[in-house]
């Protein structure tokens, strides 16, 4: 499974961006999809979470504010990001999570990451 991220730029406070994360390869155990972020001299931290069925999960400091969404039709991961706010500056990383089979170990697997800055 490779995913493709995009997305990412520079907004003002306030502003809004949505972020995409395309999905290729087999997808045929991949459940949860999500996004992490880093920001520089932190650590990585998850943001929101998705799985297949639709069911959703968010960090506190974004909540009421992003929306995780995907379109399993097209392999393609979404996250819609309003009221931006400077403390969301940091680099947005895509990933998705292969279940376990009996004979197979679950896999995560990590887009390339895209920045997202947000001027105060």
């Known amino acids: 499974v490779q995913l493709q991220a995009s997305g990412g730029g520079l907004v003002q406070a306030g502003g809004s961006l949505g972020l995409s994360c395309a999905a290729s390869?087999?997808?045929?155990?991949?459940?949860?999809m999500g996004w992490y972020r880093q920001a520089p001299g932190m650590q990585r931290e998850l943001v929101a979470a998705?799985?297949?069925?639709?069911?959703?999960t968010y960090a506190d400091s974004v909540k009421g504010r992003f929306t995780i969404s995907r379109d399993n039709a097209k392999n393609t991961l979404y996250l819609q990001m309003n009221s931006l706010k400077p403390e969301d500056t940091a680099v947005y990383y895509c990933?998705?999570?292969?279940?376990?089979?009996?004979?197979?170990?679950?896999?995560?697997?990590w887009g390339q990451g895209t920045l997202v800055t947000v001027s105060s």
């Open positions: 998705i799985l297949r069925g639709g069911f959703t």
């Open positions: 990933f998705a999570d292969q279940d376990a089979f009996p004979t197979t170990p679950g896999k995560r697997y």
């Open positions: 390869g087999s997808m045929l155990r991949i459940n949860t």
